[in-house]
């Protein structure tokens, strides 16, 4: 699914990749927003790299949620 996400909502449409340690690039290399894939609760956790970006990156993720019909539960955005 992130993969899917990278592709269709960032310039390029380059595939998610991982990093290391469940974190994964997901901006097609902008190097702004990192996906971290929690296991022991099957979650994907978004961090943004400025807090400015918070808000433009929470309407990519809740537009792509509601288009594919993923549960969001309660989403925060938050800033590294």
């Known amino acids: 699914m992130l993969s ?16 290391g340690d469940g974190i994964y ?13 929690d296991q022991e609760n099957a979650e994907i956790k978004f961090f ?15 537009a792509f949620a509601t288009k594919h019909g993923i549960d969001t539960k309660p989403c925060t955005v938050t800033s590294e």
């Open 25 to 37: 690039s997901v901006d097609a290399g902008e190097n702004d927003i990192r996906a971290i894939y």
């Open 4 to 19: 899917t996400f990278t592709r269709e909502c960032f310039v390029g449409g380059r595939a998610a990749y991982q990093l």
């Open 48 to 62: 943004c790299r400025y807090q400015r970006d918070m808000n433009f990156y929470d309407k990519k993720l809740m």
